[in-house]
């Protein structure tokens, strides 16, 4: 990181200092005080140019921003805000909302969208259908919906969904955060219609916002296991000094880093607006998700009984861990991108495009 970006990462660590993290319920959805801080601070709208009303700065520190906030276990939707719906609305040239009120994103292709001529130029729609798995449903005020094309456009459209004064469920993810739906009839958005290309490209950006956030938590799972597994004392010396241990932990710590290297690399690749970031993101979002199973069945292997209360931290990032995991794209789905992907010049191609990917 660079000498910002570690000034960016230690003031977010300050802030959550002083909200830690807890169990969500239908009665406290999110951290409404964290995401106070985060936005008093300008830290809710890095990465967003400061004449569209962001804070400025590069990618690098919004993902800085995103990943410090995945270790802490913030319950608020900066992912969502700095690294999906933000960037994608802004490259659709439609208005971007406060970014001290958050901003949410959702795939929807259930969704029906109908252009409107009501005088105030092109850019208008209305949305009919339902929009299921919304992160942070009931708590962000704006959607950001990707939906299907009117009929015998193609493509897509994004639109941007004012939803104060929508009802939504209270389903949630096993972590507790919202990812309930929002019933469209005959909804007003202001909206751009979207290439497949950049439909795609703004369905990577969720992949890899997720990769991130699922990086991150790996990597503070990892910490706090070595640390338990140094201070546990079990037949007279550390449990860290078992040979069984230390194998384990070697493990989390291959997976970790695998995932680190290639999430960094989707940054990268993202940063330098590689026409390949769409296979980086997908193959950092597969090794993402495959990791979990490993490094989270360990670490609470490695603590025992006390890594499955309620009172212990661990599960605060390991019930994250496995609903990440599964949004923005499984590892099926993503997996048959990359596999596209990687044979889509053919015999003779593959080799040059697995070492673009990795």
Not at 55 to 74: N, P, Q, R
Not at 126 to 152: E, F, K, R, Y
Not at 290 to 296: F, S, T
Not at 297 to 324: C, M, P
Request: aromatic share 6%; no cysteine.
């Amino acid at each position: 990181m660079t000498t910002d970006q570690d000034l960016v990462v230690e003031t977010v660590r300050d802030i959550l200092s002083g909200f830690p993290p807890f169990v969500l319920t239908p009665d406290r959805r999110w951290d409404a005080g964290l995401w106070g801080a985060l936005a008093d601070a300008g830290l809710t709208g890095v990465g967003l140019p400061e004449e569209a009303g962001g804070s400025g700065g590069e990618l690098a520190d919004a993902v800085a921003i995103v990943a410090t906030v995945a270790k802490g276990a913030g319950a608020v939707p900066v992912a969502e805000q700095l690294l999906v719906a933000g960037p994608a609305l802004l490259a659709a040239d439609l208005e971007l909302p406060s970014p001290e009120r958050p901003t949410t994103f959702a795939v929807a292709d259930a969704v029906t969208v109908h252009p409107v001529d009501d005088g105030d130029g092109p850019g208008r729609f209305t949305l009919n259908g339902t929009v299921t798995d919304i992160a942070w449903s009931g708590v962000a005020q704006h959607v950001a919906v990707l939906a299907p094309a009117p009929a015998g456009i193609g493509g897509a459209v994004l639109a941007l969904v004012d939803a104060s004064g929508l009802p939504a469920t209270d389903a949630s993810n096993l972590a507790g955060e919202p990812r309930g739906s929002l019933v469209l009839d005959e909804a007003p958005a202001s909206g751009a219609l979207l290439t497949e290309a950049q439909a795609g490209g703004v369905r990577a950006r969720f992949a890899l916002a997720r990769a991130v956030q699922l990086a991150a938590a790996l990597e503070q799972v990892l910490a706090w296991t070595v640390q338990y597994a140094g201070e546990r004392h079990q037949f007279g010396r550390p449990l860290g000094r078992f040979q069984a241990i230390q194998m384990e932990l070697a493990e989390m710590a291959g997976q970790v880093t695998a995932v680190t290297a290639l999430t960094d690399a989707a940054v990268q690749s993202l940063a330098h607006d590689d026409p390949g970031f769409h296979l980086a993101a997908a193959a950092a979002k597969v090794r993402a998700g495959a990791a979990v199973e490993v490094v989270a069945r360990l670490a609470h292997q490695v603590h025992g009984a006390i890594g499955f209360t309620q009172e212990h931290k661990l599960h605060h990032l390991t019930r994250r861990l496995w609903s990440w995991r599964d949004e923005a794209g499984s590892d099926l789905a993503w997996g048959r991108v990359l596999g596209a992907g990687l044979l889509a010049e053919g015999p003779d191609g593959l080799w040059p495009a697995l070492t673009r990917v990795v």
